[in-house]
């Protein structure tokens, strides 16, 4: 079938927006896929489509739509086949349409997906109602609800759970990995595991190069500048060793502990934030990556970033976005669907499965974990090494000095959150619970309405 001039075709389907839920749309019958489009669309999903195994596997891979509706049989090969291949890549919802209910074994044979069978012909009403259900629910919001998935397993604690801070928090990794050459500041307590957020957004970011982290208190002086920009003969132009940033292109360049970078460096830094563009050492022309740079910086209850030991103007580079991390103090009402992801992974190409007892449970509950998300999981790792074939996983605290000694407050769950980000919290929390009605906001914050935008634009 010729698509070129179909104006569904995928070449001319714009990206999809953050913001909505994406869907994906697989069927060689143009009208029928039109049909579907439209269902998606009045559902509130961007919506891209194909009308090949190989347009779709190309969309599926770039784009990571959430929902997914799949015919079988199709003109350059399998949609079965397409989705055995790429189980493993996505973390999507597959709907299958098929004409033929003898293939329903075969679907069900499929692992690791959520997956329903749909028989032409497709009742269209029916299909509209269905998909309903699913429309709401975004990839982020899909894994606070169900207290962790794959994914969720595969990466960081704090793709679980429904506290506002960790809700923030995934937005702004979802739209820091949105850009390809997109810096940003990564801050929060020791312990809240930074790293695997950095990690995070470079694997949903899809980027072809690695993601390479650094400990900027190991790149101090000459040695450090050649680490990083790499390093050329000055005589003959020829290029002696590729630095971190030539290692990272195409990828992420994390630096951990990044007020402690040599203020030097930050200025040579400053042309390829703004850029791309950099020099090796002893080079005479300049090069060029394209990668994006993430900072991870140790921030307190009662200290942020060091701003003193960053420049002004690295900073404001590099800080394109910034987000806070939580700790575990301000998640108290999820730390046992923390836990359980902790124990998901503690317990990775394990057969057994085990479960905390009743006591390990009460004692999640009542202990402030003030070494964070690394404590929870030291914890829980000696636990489950101690814990014997069918028994309840019993966990023992190697210190009272986790434990709280009085229930925390309402206001104690901010505890670890600068006046920046609590205020613009209680800003966006206001605005939503408005349903976005600015002048009844205004005047609940007490501000004037001029105060109100002003505050906006700048968070």
């Known amino acids: 079938m010729d698509t070129d001039n179909d104006p569904m075709n995928s070449k001319t389907d714009p990206r999809l927006s953050p913001s909505k839920p994406s869907s994906l749309v697989l069927e060689d019958d143009v009208t029928l ?159 809240v595991d930074k790293i695997s957020v950095a990690r995070s957004i470079h694997e949903r970011g ?12 190991d790149e101090q002086g000459e040695i450090g500048m050649v680490r990083i920009f790499g390093q050329e003969d000055s005589a003959t132009g020829e290029i002696l060793h590729k630095g971190y940033i030539e290692q990272a292109a195409a990828g992420t360049l994390v630096l951990d502990h990044v007020e402690k970078l040599p203020a030097e460096i930050q200025s040579r830094l400053l042309p390829f934030l703004d850029s791309g563009s950099f020099r090796r050492v002893d080079g005479a022309s300049g090069a060029e990556a394209t990668l994006s740079v993430i900072g991870i910086a140790r921030s307190s209850h009662t200290t942020d970033v060091d701003e003193t030991s960053l420049r002004s103007d690295f900073l404001f580079r590099l800080a394109q976005i910034t987000l806070a991390v939580p700790n575990l103090r301000q998640c108290r009402d999820d730390i046992q669907a923390i836990a359980d992801l902790l124990l998901a992974q503690s317990l990775a190409g394990k057969s057994e499965g085990l479960v905390f007892s009743q006591a390990s449970k009460a004692l999640l509950a009542n202990t402030t974990w003030r070494r964070n998300i690394s404590e929870l999981r030291s914890v829980i790792e000696q636990a489950v090494a101690a814990t014997p074939p069918g028994m309840e996983v019993e966990l023992v605290l190697e210190s009272s000095k986790s434990l709280s000694t009085e229930p925390q407050s309402e206001i104690e769950k901010w505890v670890g959150t600068t006046i920046w980000e609590f205020e613009r919290q209680l800003l966006n929390a206001t605005l939503t619970h408005l349903d976005g009605d600015k002048e009844k906001t205004a005047k609940t914050l007490g501000v004037s309405l001029k105060t109100l935008y002003n505050r906006m634009n700048a968070y």
């Open 33 to 191: 896929a039109k049909a579907y489009q439209r269902i998606l669309e009045s559902l509130g999903y961007d919506v891209l489509v194909a009308h090949r195994v190989d347009e779709a596997r190309a969309l599926i891979r770039d784009k990571a739509p959430d929902l997914m509706l799949v015919d079988i049989d199709l003109p350059d090969g399998n949609g079965l086949d397409l989705m055995a291949e790429l189980r493993n890549d996505t973390r999507g919802r597959f709907i299958v349409i098929s004409g033929d209910d003898s293939q329903r074994a075969a679907i069900k044979s499929i692992r690791n997906q959520a997956v329903e069978l749909l028989l032409k012909p497709v009742d269209l009403e029916s299909l509209r109602q269905r998909l309903a259900p699913l429309a709401s629910r975004t990839s982020a919001d899909e894994l606070a609800e169900t207290g962790g998935s794959v994914m969720a397993v595969r990466s960081g604690w704090v793709h679980v759970g429904r506290h506002h801070a960790l809700s923030a928090l995934r937005t702004a990794m979802s739209y820091s990995a949105e850009r390809s050459r997109g810096h940003a500041l990564i801050t929060g307590e020791t312990g």
């Open 206 to 217: 899809r980027r072809s190069g690695q993601c390479l982290v650094i400990d900027c208190s």
